[in-house]
């Protein structure tokens, strides 16, 4: 729907509302800066789904530069002065990688005399297209940031987690034996189990390997992984529904093909994916081809932000009820006959049964409307749109992921892209973004017979805090962390409660953030620019290889050979084992990465083409899975294809000849194995619709039980039985009225990592909480007032932006801001309290383990 004339006004108008809402803007439009790649906005219009929310303009979306004065004729400067400089020409340009964000941009780090002087996009890859966003050049702040851990410490004074706790440098010798000991002495006494880890994004690949070895061989099943904090749901769900648990298809071109793959999508379908500000490079990519394929792009979001700003539809349903709007797309494209009936015969298992299930339910637009606020009419018309468009990409990101019902809206989506005919072709699929290795990096069979495994505890780390606080299902005693559970995990006041008494905690990062100050022991680690590894574009599964830029800073270690060291220092206190069941496992040759990488592409299926040599001559990164050198990798998952059927092959000889890598071969929207499966947890594979409890209103929700069972998708761990549909009171709202959710601050930040560079601090160093105009004007708040955000759990402040671009109900609340970020100290910028103290920890997704409900809490704002 386009604005009349009369409402039109300019997006300089629009912001000036708010000057903080003009500077958001303009952190967010730090595009991409490179060799002129930079795609031109949309000037279409675009609709909320929301009554109370005003539609935007045209222009509300487009970039402006000041005018020139009138006599003014001077064109700009094209000469670059440093490029024939003595002092600023580079020794060498090293090939690294941006470990920032998900677009896995090529580095080109110039280095004059061991220093860095420039970091710069790279021109021949097509996706990157020399292109990098704002946080590219960030990362050598992480090699000259005086903030920076660079020798092993210990506690000697303090409460845990108090700001006044002293810690004392020792050997990196004394660090790891004091480790060992410890390990050695509570798996001595059986409670192998009471040790656990949970690992980060920020680590190279395969450390979650190393690091689940060694804990074979200690006995422990608890190694966890970053997913359940960001998007293992969407992955579980993929593998539940087609076989593997990936995004299905890559950027660029289909080496299979020689086509474009997303590139060539006629219909993007967003929802709850920021990708302006999370993927910025690879987004650039789709605007680009955009252009010529004059895709239709729909973005679904409660609030307005730089990603729907490029949009041809916003759409704004109220938060957590993501669920509801694409059931009833499902129910509508059946019920019109708008489903790809080819397609379904031939691929899909279940139709039936899903086209009962939703007519018995009546889950209908009109329904979905009730729930999500987002009128019957609009469902309607993007159901028939994306049905009638060939082919149509799902892209999802955190914004399903953190809802407690992420795994069953996950799969109902993967059922939306199936029925439509866009599962396995190019430009099509199901895009949800994921966060771990795509298929497991496989190390040799383990020489010894490690001890037999407890079940491990309910997927995810926020779980820790609860076992730690409960001793249910049983007691934890020691952790170590790579990354900042206090920061990242949900209900802060408890984590920190659990911490302050957990027995021994090590901490492994780059800062003394605020997960440091509850650690017993606290290890150095290199910064991406410090070693040769490989890291990777985690949506489409393409590998970069990096080569060292710089040696490690102070005695900081990559965490590989953290993990390596520690269990030859096992090796020699362990009574109960040869030092070789320990050293045997570790080989010292896997201190050196390229041996290490090598090991893993022998060992591990579907990765035979992914050498160091192949990989360092690419300028554009290679897919998993690419089963040869002579391999392109597999761009579009179940593709109708040679080149996927042998890649398939590769992965398992059982799939010999299977399209989808399922039990069946197709796409399995129902079976009885599958229903009888998710149904010891209280799930279906039919999804019913249910939400978070303190979504507004009385809505379907869910209820935990006390009993543990097996999980159905994670079975090595246990998991909560659920109990769904039961109805919410509401009376949560009587005190909290609005809903709030938490997300990114904006394009210049990446998880906490940032906020300890100088440009993160600089540009982005305010916690600015979205508020709608008439909630603002209801409560007496204007822009930049100090406010409060409160919850049932706690309260954490911020400067109020009034924004338009968000639903009235709704409130946003930045987060990866702390109260120990010292760079804040250098720029004068307010230390925080983590947005997560909002956020309860008690609902959660109990298949993924997504337990970071971070998309709907109730709550309310009062000005300070």
């Not at 190393?210 to 969407?234: E, K």
């Not at 509801?324 to 015969?345: C, G, K, P, S, T």
């Amino acid at each position: 729907m386009k604005s009349n004339g009369k409402n039109k006004k300019s997006r300089r108008e629009f912001l000036k509302k708010t000057a903080l809402g003009a500077a958001a803007a303009g952190a967010a439009n730090l595009a991409l800066t490179g060799q002129g790649n930079q795609p031109e906005t949309s000037t279409q219009s675009r609709t909320s789904g929301t009554p109370e929310t005003e539609n935007l303009p045209d222009e509300s979306n487009r970039s402006e530069t000041l005018p020139k004065p009138e006599n003014d004729t001077s064109q700009p400067i094209a000469n670059d002065f440093t490029k024939q400089s003595a002092a600023l020409s580079p020794d060498k340009i090293a090939d690294s990688a941006c470990q920032f964000c998900n677009s896995l941009c090529r580095l080109k780090v110039h280095v004059k005399n061991g220093r860095i002087i420039e970091v710069l996009g790279e021109p021949d890859d097509p996706v990157q297209a020399g292109g990098l966003c704002v946080k590219g050049p960030m990362m050598a702040q992480l090699v000259y940031n005086r903030f920076r851990l660079t020798k092993p410490m210990k506690r000697i004074s303090g409460n845990k987690g108090d700001a006044n706790s002293k810690f004392a440098p020792i050997s990196w010798d004394e660090a790891l034996e004091t480790i060992a000991k410890k390990f050695l002495a509570l798996r001595d006494a059986k409670q192998a189990r009471s040790i656990a880890s949970k690992t980060s994004g920020r680590m190279p690949r395969g450390i979650g390997s190393l690091i689940g070895r060694y804990f074979t061989l200690l006995g422990s099943p608890n190694d966890t992984d970053v997913g359940p904090v960001c998007n293992d749901a969407g992955g579980n769900a993929l593998a539940q529904t087609l076989g593997l648990g990936n995004f299905t298809n890559g950027y660029g071109l289909d080496g299979a093909t020689g086509k474009e793959d997303l590139g060539s999508t006629k219909y993007l379908l967003f929802l709850g994916t920021n990708q302006a500000e999370t993927h910025p490079v690879t987004f650039a990519y789709l605007l680009r081809n955009r252009l010529q394929t004059a895709a239709k792009l729909v973005v679904i979001d409660p609030r307005l932000t730089p990603t729907g700003a490029q949009a041809d539809d916003w759409v704004a349903p109220k938060p957590h009820t993501d669920m509801a709007l694409v059931l009833a797309m499902l129910q509508h494209i059946i019920d019109r006959n708008l489903y790809d009936r080819a397609f379904v015969e031939k691929w899909v298992l279940g139709f039936d049964e899903l086209k009962k299930h939703l007519n018995d339910k009546k889950y209908t637009p009109d329904w979905a409307a009730n729930v999500t606020g987002v009128p019957a009419a609009r469902i309607k018309q993007i159901a028939e749109e994306y049905a009638a468009a060939k082919p149509a990409a799902i892209f999802c990101n955190a914004g399903i992921s953190h809802q407690l019902n992420a795994f069953d809206t996950y799969r109902l989506l993967a059922f939306l892209a199936a029925i439509t005919g866009n599962t396995g072709v190019g430009g099509g699929g199901c895009n949800f973004m994921h966060n771990t290795w795509p298929g497991g990096l496989n190390l040799p069979p383990i020489n010894g017979n490690p001890p037999k495994k407890d079940a491990a505890l309910p997927v995810g780390p926020d779980y820790f805090a609860e076992a730690i606080l409960t001793g249910k299902p049983y007691q934890l005693k020691a952790i170590v962390t790579a990354g900042n559970p206090i920061l990242a995990s949900a209900n802060t006041a408890k984590v920190q409660q659990a911490f302050s008494k957990l027995d021994f905690y090590v901490y492994t990062g780059l800062f003394m953030d605020e997960s440091a100050y509850y650690a017993d022991i606290i290890l150095p680690v290199t910064s991406g620019f410090e070693m040769e590894t490989v890291y990777m574009r985690r949506d489409d599964r393409a590998i970069r290889w990096q080569q060292q830029v710089v040696p490690p800073v102070g005695e900081s270690k990559p965490d590989w050979e953290i993990w390596i060291d520690l269990a030859h220092a096992t090796a020699k206190l362990d009574k109960k084992n040869p030092p070789n069941y320990w050293t045997d496992n570790f080989p010292l040759e896997w201190k050196d990465y390229r041996k290490l990488w090598a090991v893993f592409v022998e060992n591990t299926p579907g990765m035979g083409g992914m050498t160091v040599d192949r990989m360092e001559k690419r300028a554009e990164p290679l897919r998993w899975p690419c089963p040869s050198l002579d391999h392109p990798g597999v761009s579009t998952l179940y593709l109708d294809d040679p080149s996927w059927y042998q890649a398939a092959e590769s992965l398992n000889p059982l799939y010999k000849g299977k399209r989808f890598l399922t039990p069946s071969g197709k796409v399995e929207i129902y079976t009885p194995e599958l229903e009888q499966l998710l149904a010891t947890a209280g799930h279906s594979a039919l999804p019913i619709f249910y939400t978070h409890p303190e979504v507004t209103g009385q809505n379907p929700t869910i209820q935990y039980a006390a009993e543990f069972v097996k999980n159905p998708v994670n079975p090595q761990a246990v998991t909560p039985k659920v109990t769904l549909g039961a109805a919410s009171s509401g009376e949560v709202h009587q005190e909290y009225p609005l809903m709030g959710v938490i997300g990114r601050p904006s394009v210049v930040h990446f998880a906490g990592v940032t906020q300890w560079t100088y440009t993160g601090k600089q540009m982005n160093g305010i916690r600015l909480i979205q508020i709608h105009p008439k909630v603002a004007q209801n409560l007496g708040v204007k822009n930049r007032d100090e406010v409060a955000v409160e919850s049932p759990r706690g309260s954490v402040s911020g400067t109020a932006l009034i924004w338009e671009g968000i639903r009235e109900d709704t409130i946003f609340v930045p987060n990866t801001f702390g109260s120990m970020q010292k760079m804040s100290e250098e720029l004068g910028t307010p230390l925080y309290e983590p947005a997560n103290l909002l956020v309860d920890d008690r609902y959660y997704d109990n298949l993924s383990g997504q337990q970071q409900a971070y998309k709907c809490f109730a709550c309310r704002v009062r000005k300070v």
